[in-house]
């Protein structure tokens, strides 16, 4: 699952420095308390964006639920946090479903649990499609889902560095 905060750099240039650390920060930690609840891992901050794993470390059954009920409750918390920021707060959130071989990335003191091949690269592409405060996923977490939430599909959508186009479904 890839998220990533709206107008980011509109806002660095509205907002002083640390009302911006402020407000990326209550952005950060209301998501991550949504994310625990459902056990996913948040594998990295990526400035404004959250690179999360669900199935890693321990993987469940309906990892791709977890993570769009995760999604949607980070959707709602973050309406609710609206109130304590400076400014309205919207994320994209990109969800793609596949393998990956996680392990230990970087070197000297800068080190990192990371999942490699496609799955989060793609989740990231997504992410670019989704409208602000929606969740999109991949054809392949929606075969996963179907019937548990209700869907748009979105068609056939090219991704970039992605070789053929990939069928999103807007949650």
Do not use: W
Not at 6 to 35: C, H, K, M, N, W
Not at 66 to 75: G, K, Q, T
Request: aromatic share 8%.
């Amino acid at each position: 699952m890839f998220c990533d905060l709206v107008g980011s750099t509109a806002l660095s240039e509205q907002l002083d420095p640390e009302d911006l650390q402020t407000f990326v920060r209550t952005y950060q930690e209301v998501s991550a308390q949504v994310i625990e609840r459902y056990e996913g891992y948040i594998a990295q901050y990526l400035g404004d964006g959250l690179l999360v794993y669900f199935g890693y470390p321990t993987a469940h059954e309906d990892d791709a639920a977890r993570s769009i009920h995760a999604d949607l409750e980070i959707l709602t918390a973050l309406h609710q946090a609206r109130s304590r920021l400076v400014q309205p707060v919207q994320v994209r959130i990109g969800i793609h479903t596949g393998p990956v071989v996680v392990g230990q990335m970087g070197a000297g003191s800068r080190r990192e649990q990371l999942a490699l091949g496609e799955t989060p690269n793609i989740a990231a592409r997504v992410q670019g499609k989704a409208a602000p405060d929606t969740v999109v996923i991949s054809s392949a977490t929606y075969r996963l889902v179907e019937g548990l939430f209700e869907c748009e599909d979105l068609g056939p959508q090219e991704l970039k560095g992605i070789s053929s186009a990939q069928s999103l479904y807007q949650v």
